[in-house]
């Protein structure tokens, strides 16, 4: 492999996921440990938040979607977001036309109890694995 083939080839496992780096792949997913968040970062022409990983030199530009299920899966805080896995999929939106984006989804398959960032977090075997009161 040439030097230019080299750098070509880190420079696809650096940067900003795109919606073709998910369509490219096996399973139209990928799941990854957050790391940090860079808040209010510049870059391109404007401030933005990026979505760090502990597995990977690739990062999430975080838009609104994805910043309201980080924060009502693992709190407002996001120093509280470290060590949580999330999977990158391919969902559409829908802001009148449709569109493909880069969503988000909890790795455990847990669910929010009660629908609010404050309430406890559970995964979906420890609701299957509950007894039942008598």
């Not at 880190?10 to 399973?27: E, I, N, T």
Request: glycine share 12%; proline share 1%; net charge negative.
């Amino acid at each position: 492999m040439s030097a230019y083939s080299e750098k070509i080839a880190r420079a696809k496992q650096q940067g900003l996921y795109k919606v073709a780096d998910l369509l490219g792949m096996k399973d139209k997913q990928v799941t990854h440990t957050i790391s940090h968040l860079l808040e209010d970062t510049a870059m391109f022409g404007r401030e933005i938040d990026i979505l760090c990983f502990v597995d990977t030199g690739k990062q999430l530009q975080v838009n609104i979607t994805n910043g309201e299920f980080l924060i009502n899966n693992f709190g407002e805080d996001p120093e509280s977001w470290a060590g949580h896995r999330v999977v990158l999929y391919v969902g559409q939106y829908d802001f009148g036309d449709k569109k493909q984006g880069i969503m988000l989804k909890r790795a455990d398959g847990g669910v929010v109890i009660g629908g609010n960032a404050g309430a406890p977090k559970r995964s979906l075997k420890e609701d299957v694995d509950d007894e039942i009161a008598f």
